[in-house]
């Protein structure tokens, strides 16, 4: 494998489930949702790693926890191979400015008060980088490279004067700012028209092979994590599936979970007989996750008692291509 620059390992995160008055009477015992419950993978430098599935499947807490921005409750991460989780603060503010996120609503994430220069200017101010002049040079220099051109035209403005676009590239813009190595992308392009989540998405791969970032994709759609990634990790109910080089997942799915997400998305081949594999059911709570495999509950291939029973190891079946199922392991 190429040389890493991040790495989750074990990492979980738990959180406390809030309980009324009554109920904290009748029962002692605190409950957590298991947003995150035990995953390990690595990103290569220069790498679009996606991570896929459901909502409630743990892919935005992961996110978070890479970055720090939330305490995981056990395991670790490393950036450049130092472990980040257990950095003090000040050597972790250095860090912080190589790593970014990019939010999944630019309506939300961009502040209607302040003007676009100021916002794609703040991270620089907040660090005490530059000069005034430095900083206006690095403002129009960065609008340019997510092509917002010419910058003149949009330094002004303010977001509710820009298309969803415009604005998911100001949000680009803001992370792309600080010169990172490692970015977020949470769902970039889902509260975008699907007229323009293509060119956001070029935009985004272009940055990334240009300025020499690793990006964390974040999605729920695998038909465009397909056209995003070098490679994906499914992830369900806190756990990660299965975890392959796109082509792999796409072309030859291992977990049933997989399979079923796989064969949804549009193919551009008339001659392909993929049939559709319904999975029933919604996706459990978090809290009280299916004991043994979590997908017991909903998969088409469930094989009775192992299944219900223990849960299946991560394990790497073929080069490079893990996957957490008892299929492949049942003696
Ligand atoms: Fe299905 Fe069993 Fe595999 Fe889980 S371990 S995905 S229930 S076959």
């Known amino acids: 494998m190429k040389e890493i620059l991040a790495e989750a390992v074990d990492l979980k995160k738990w959180f406390p489930v809030k309980r009324g008055f009554f109920s904290t009477i009748f029962s002692k015992k605190q409950m957590f949702v298991r947003a995150v419950d035990g995953i390990s993978f690595k990103i290569a430098k220069r790498e679009v790693f996606g991570l896929a599935g459901e909502s409630g499947s743990g892919k935005t807490t992961t996110g978070r926890l890479m970055l720090k921005l939330i305490e995981p409750t056990a395991g670790d991460v490393y950036f450049e191979g130092k472990k980040i989780t257990t950095l003090p603060e000040k050597d972790l503010k250095e860090m912080r400015r190589t790593m970014q996120i990019i939010f999944q609503d630019p309506y939300e994430s961009l502040n209607p008060r302040m003007t676009i220069s100021d916002i794609v200017e703040e991270p620089l101010s907040v660090l005490g980088i530059g000069s005034r002049e430095e900083k206006e040079e690095k403002v129009s220099k960065?609008?340019?490279?997510?092509?917002?051109?010419?910058?003149?035209?949009?330094?002004?403005?303010?977001?509710?004067?820009?298309?969803?676009?415009?604005?998911?590239?100001?949000?680009?813009?803001?992370?792309?700012?600080?010169?990172?190595?490692?970015?977020?992308?949470?769902?970039?392009?889902?509260?975008?028209?699907?007229?323009?989540?293509?060119?956001?998405?070029?935009?985004?791969?272009?940055?990334?092979?240009?300025?020499?970032?690793?990006?964390?994709?974040?999605?729920?759609?695998?038909?465009?994590?397909?056209?995003?990634?070098?490679?994906?990790?499914?992830?369900?109910?806190?756990?990660?599936?299965?975890?392959?080089?796109?082509?792999?997942?796409?072309?030859?799915?291992?977990?049933?979970?997989?399979?079923?997400?796989i064969s949804v998305v549009p193919i551009p081949d008339p001659s392909s007989e993929r049939t559709e594999v319904v999975i029933k059911g919604e996706i459990p709570s978090p809290i009280n996750p299916p004991s043994g495999c979590r997908f017991h509950t909903r998969c088409p291939e469930y094989l009775g008692d192992i299944c219900r029973t223990k849960e299946p190891a991560i394990i790497e079946l073929k080069k490079e291509h893990y996957v957490a199922c008892h299929k492949y392991t049942k003696k």
Do not use: W
């Open 142 to 261: 960065t609008l340019e490279d997510v092509e917002l051109m010419p910058a003149e035209e949009f330094l002004f403005r303010f977001p509710h004067e820009l298309s969803g676009g415009q604005r998911q590239r100001v949000a680009v813009a803001r992370a792309l700012i600080l010169d990172p190595k490692f970015i977020v992308a949470d769902e970039p392009v889902s509260m975008l028209d699907v007229s323009i989540r293509a060119e956001v998405l070029k935009l985004m791969l272009d940055l990334v092979k240009n300025f020499n970032i690793s990006l964390l994709y974040i999605t729920h759609d695998l038909a465009l994590a397909r056209h995003m990634c070098d490679r994906l990790a499914i992830m369900y109910l806190g756990k990660i599936m299965e975890m392959a080089p796109t082509e792999k997942i796409v072309y030859e799915p291992l977990h049933p979970y997989t399979n079923a997400l």
